[in-house]
């Protein structure tokens, strides 16, 4: 059975009712091993605010916005019900083969590490052109996932179009998604904000 990999939008953990509200999203889908990417949400905005006060270094902005994705991820991880924490992908596809009932939360320090990259290279930029959206992405190249779906407080706006780069061209995903995501056969984007988790494709340019 393939791996959904799944993006949480950081700004989502402002939700009081997020446990619920994700709990109900994934009684509608169909049954697969779930592979979590949490964005960075409030954490990542405040490093944001630094680096322009401090003019941080790009390897240094990126690596303290992924270490804010990793403190929402363990957040997540500790009631996202059954979830392991994962610093290896590679075997988590392997494992989940034989147990596809508990998700799999993503460290993303460990999947973004640029030495001795598992597999296929996901080495990303540093750069703020480069957010969770960008990482999700490169998760789910990585372990050939049946679908990468991003969870988010709205869809892309209906005059933006559908495609990847024009997702990224109105902001609803990060500037470099529309090249991390090529290899994606299938994205969703959800409203999980809206009680009935409205949804759209994000299809390939050019298709």
Known sequence: MSVRVIKLGGSLLACHDLPNMLA??????LPSPSLWVVGGGAL???IRVLDRRFRLAPELAHRLAIQAMAINSRVVAAWLPGSIWVDDIDLFVRESAHDATRPGVVN?????AASDPPSRSRRLP???SVTSDSIAA??????NAAELVLLKSCLPAAEGGTTRAQAAT??????YFPRSARHVGRVRAVNLRDPQFPEMCLEV???
């Open 170 to 175: 109105a902001g609803y995903v990060d500037p």
């Open 44 to 46: 990542s905005d405040q």
């Open 24 to 29: 109900r999203w994934s009684a509608r889908q």
């Open 138 to 143: 490169s998760v789910a190249w990585a372990v």
């Open 126 to 128: 540093p750069s703020w």
């Open 108 to 112: 993303p320090v460990s999947v973004t």
């Open 205 to 207: 340019d050019g298709s």
